[in-house]
């Protein structure tokens, strides 16, 4: 059967995936993978794994074949039966990993204010599963707790026939209703999140055609509306039947919802300012299907709070971390060839792949003065050193910054470069009315002194900050840099209290322009549009580009679009890393490319598996780093740092295309 991405003309394979592209030691870690046993001889086969094991075992007898119950055959539907391990069946069950997390979230509701947070993130992706996932190598859909599918003719209307062996935690069965009363969730504006009521207002309340069959229908057609369905975490009808949106952010900041995913955590894994766990459940209903191979390995997975990343680097030597990621230059260039990296105790690993990097800046407040004015904000943009920065604190690690979809094909490549001028930068500030000066020189308008708030998180950001402080401050610019802790920044963010800002934002494979940049989401709070910016041609192009079905169209509207988003300014766009530092303890079994092909290190909602569901624990390295631990003299064998093997086996795919 063919899949919906070619139905939708979503072929990205052949244009996207072509991007130019001490003490303790984790003791817990290496005692907790004594029970493993060799997993050596095992099939690398996809075919010797059942996509639907058991199928239709748990199926309600009352429910006939015809209405999605036993003996289904999908005459009409479409599946796909066809989708490659994604990961190793040579993986071993077992262990504790353990890495960090810079701030403290709010909440661990996986919905409403707040709820964004990286960790949310990761642990939403860990234990609440969507109708379909995407296939992290080729991007089809492959089934999750739906089966099969369908898009009627009209593009409007999908059906979805739910797996009838899927489980909450709970205990109860997944059914058509739990679709149903989770949009009615999404939907309900007192969650006050209006980034996802702006989605599921596209679609009219689903219907539950049978237990296990569910039809929705768009208002609109717009190719992203079957994918906002497929891929939207489902939540139990059983439990919010008596939950509406304000009930649930009352109720749930710190408790869970039953999960039907590989994961669990209750109220019992939150440790408030300290750590927060998942745990792998022993009853999880997928546990046997061909998605799951490999997959979800450790018992338990930690996210430990510590707000300085310098001491999350210092935890990671000492074995009070697992795993770091290495996000500054210095610390790799400089500070990664430590006795425990040299002994290959540590093991360093820069990881290249079609990982979409999202992009990086100085967002601007376009709703206070002076940041209104287009012309003052690119006299900021033109005012960032980003050659010398790159050079001499950046090591020549990351790239400049042009675009808001860098290093894709959604890049303009017309945008402008934004070199270092003050020249220019004075002269535009001339024409906003900053052209004279008071006694101590600093540039006036009426009288009143042009003056920044710089708000940041992460200390180390003071490196290029202060150079761009100071270089602001030459020209008579005061900035006033404020560190706030993360929980601050975010909530200031969110609700546009902040003048200057660094920020950066993560990507799914397929943009979401909407999201960050419609005029819709321009003032409502706890949206990713936080620099508030509205543009009647962006919103006509973002509007396009939801009802264009053919790829080279949207490309060809993101780039425009891009190209109008770079001249707003509304971001001092800054640089990209093209690969992701990694470092951890070498005692970990990986699959081929370290990470998926799509994915980031961390487990994410829109790009999949991440390290804490791709890698496990080996035990035989675990006992060669316990023995090295213990002896000075030992030298362990590491991989390679370069880890490039997505870029050869997209090559390798190109050439068999030609």
């Known amino acids: ?158 059906r979805f026939r739910i797996n009838p062996n899927a489980r909450w935690s709970d205990g109860e069965p997944v059914t058509a209703d739990d679709v149903v009363r989770t949009w009615i969730l999404y939907s309900d504006l007192t969650l006050q999140d209006p980034a996802t009521y702006s989605q599921m207002i596209k679609l009219e309340k689903p219907v539950a055609e049978s237990k296990y069959i569910v039809r929705v229908k768009a208002k609109d057609v717009q190719w992203v509306n079957f994918d906002n369905v497929a891929r939207m975490r489902i939540f139990p009808a059983h439990i919010l039947k008596d939950i509406d949106g304000a009930a649930y952010l009352r109720d749930y900041n710190f408790k869970f919802l039953p999960n039907t995913g590989p994961y669990i955590a ?72 430590f006795d425990k990296v040299t002994r290959g105790l540590i093991e360093k690993r820069k990881v290249f792949s079609n990982f979409p990097i999202g992009f990086y800046g100085f967002p601007m407040n376009m709703r206070r003065p002076p940041f209104d004015d287009v012309r003052v904000r690119k006299a900021l943009a033109l005012l960032l050193n980003r050659p010398q920065l790159l050079e001499k604190l950046f090591f020549n690690e990351y790239l400049p910054d042009n675009s808001y979809y860098p290093g894709t094909v959604y890049e303009n490549p017309g945008n402008p470069k934004n070199e270092y001028n003050p020249e220019e930068a004075l002269k535009l500030l001339a024409e906003a009315g900053w052209k004279d000066r008071d006694a101590q020189g600093r540039l006036t308008k009426a009288g009143k002194p042009l003056t920044i708030q710089f708000l940041y998180d992460d200390k180390q950001s003071e490196t290029y900050l202060t150079v761009y402080q100071g270089d602001l401050q030459k020209l008579g610019i005061t900035v006033d840099l404020r560190l706030v802790n993360s929980e601050t920044h975010f909530k200031l963010l969110m609700t546009r209290q902040y003048d200057m800002s660094v920020e950066g934002w993560s990507a799914d494979v397929f943009p979401s322009p909407e999201l960050e940049f419609h005029s819709r989401l321009a003032s409502p709070n706890n949206t990713n549009n936080i620099t508030g910016f509205k543009d009647a041609k962006a919103d006509e192009l ?71 569901q791709l890698w496990w624990v080996d035990p035989v390295k675990s006992q ?20 490039r093997y997505w870029l050869e086996y997209g090559k390798a795919e190109a050439q068999k295309a030609k």
């Open 1 to 158: 059967m063919k899949h919906h991405r070619a139905l939708f003309g979503l072929g990205i394979l052949s244009l996207a995936f072509l991007i130019a592209c001490g003490r303790n030691a984790g003791k817990e870690s290496s005692e907790a993978s004594a029970t493993n046993t060799s997993a050596a001889n095992v099939s690398l086969n996809k075919d010797d794994y059942p996509v639907f094991p058991d199928a239709d075992a748990g199926a309600d007898p009352a429910v006939p074949s015809e209405q999605g119950g036993k003996g289904f055959k999908g005459d009409g539907w479409q599946t796909n039966t066809g989708f490659d391990l994604i990961g190793d069946p040579r993986a071993l069950r077992g262990g504790l990993f353990r890495e960090y997390a810079p701030l403290v979230p709010g909440t661990y509701r996986m919905e409403g204010p707040e709820w964004n947070s990286a960790v949310n993130y990761a642990m939403a992706n860990m234990m609440y599963e969507p109708l379909l996932i995407l296939d992290p190598t080729t991007l089809n859909y492959i089934p999750t707790l739906a089966t099969h599918w369908q898009i009627l003719p009209d593009k409007l209307t999908f």
């Open 266 to 337: 209750t109220t019992a894994d939150i440790d408030k300012g300290n750590s927060v766990s998942v745990r792998r459940r022993k009853d999880y209903w997928a546990e046997k299907a061909r998605a799951s191979v490999g997959l979800n390995n450790f018992d338990q997975v930690k996210w430990i709070i510590v707000r300085d990343p310098a001491l999350a680097f210092e935890k990671l030597k000492v074995g009070d971390l697992d795993f770091f990621y290495v996000n500054r230059s210095r610390t790799w260039v400089q500070e990664m060839n």
């Open 542 to 612: 973002i509007d396009r580009y939801n009802r264009e079905f053919d790829l080279q169209k949207r490309i060809d509207l993101i780039r425009e679009l891009d190209r109008i988003l770079s001249s707003s300014y509304q971001y001092a766009l800054t640089w990209y890393p093209p690969t992701q530092r990694l470092a951890y303890w070498n005692r970990y079994g990986q699959p081929k490319g370290t990470l998926s092909r799509i994915g980031q290190f961390t487990s994410n909602i829109n790009l999949g598996p991440g390290m804490e």
């Open 624 to 643: 060669k780093l316990e023995k090295a631990i213990k002896d000075p003299s030992i030298k362990l064998e590491t991989g390679p740092v370069e880890d």
